[in-house]
């Protein structure tokens, strides 16, 4: 088994074990569900995620589908973000702590490894963290590129 089918099968696990530990069941719906976001690179919208469900499952609501997503999304399972067409989700990483830069044009997401929280001193005496979220939205060099391109070819 190659590194990238051991990361989809082992991210496909985390989000079953996560649905079992909140005792939901484990049907064939919700398998479909988790390989989907094992497998996708990029960001989903809950549109993006019921067209591919209602294929094999003819008879799911988009109704469904978006509060299976919330729910994931609420047991840190999967992250969602907003950007210019709206919601989308994709499966967390959980191989270790580390924040994205991400494209508003192609959704491409880099990781980078500088955290915030460890320069933040003189919080509030009595707030807890439990959480955090740090993401840089720009374009990535190959948009950056092209917007470039087609500002030039504008001006001629």
């Known amino acids: 088994m190659g590194n990238h089918e051991h ?3 082992s991210t496909v696990q985390d989000i079953l074990k996560a649905m079992s530990a909140k005792g939901w069941r484990i049907t064939d719906q919700r398998k479909s569900l988790a390989a989907l976001f094992a497998e996708s690179t990029g960001y989903l919208s809950p549109k993006d995620v019921y067209d591919y469900m209602k294929q094999p ?7 469904t589908v978006y509060r ?4 994931l999304s609420e047991m840190g399972v999967l992250e969602q ?10 499966s967390r990483c959980q191989s270790h702590h ?19 929280m460890k320069q933040i001193d003189n919080l509030p ?6 959480n955090h979220r740090f993401e ?19 001006k001629h």
């Open 125 to 130: 005496c009595d707030f807890q963290i439990v």
């Open 98 to 116: 580390h924040h994205h830069l991400i494209c508003v044009n192609c959704e491409k997401t880099v990781p980078f490894e500088f955290c915030p």
């Open 81 to 90: 973000i907003y950007l210019n067409d709206g919601l989308k989700f994709r």
């Open 7 to 9: 990361e989809v099968q």
């Open 57 to 63: 499952y003819p008879g799911v609501s988009f109704d």
């Open 68 to 71: 299976n997503l919330r729910l």
């Open 136 to 154: 840089i939205l720009g374009y990535c060099c190959d948009c950056a590129q092209a917007e470039s391109r087609e500002a030039g070819t504008e």
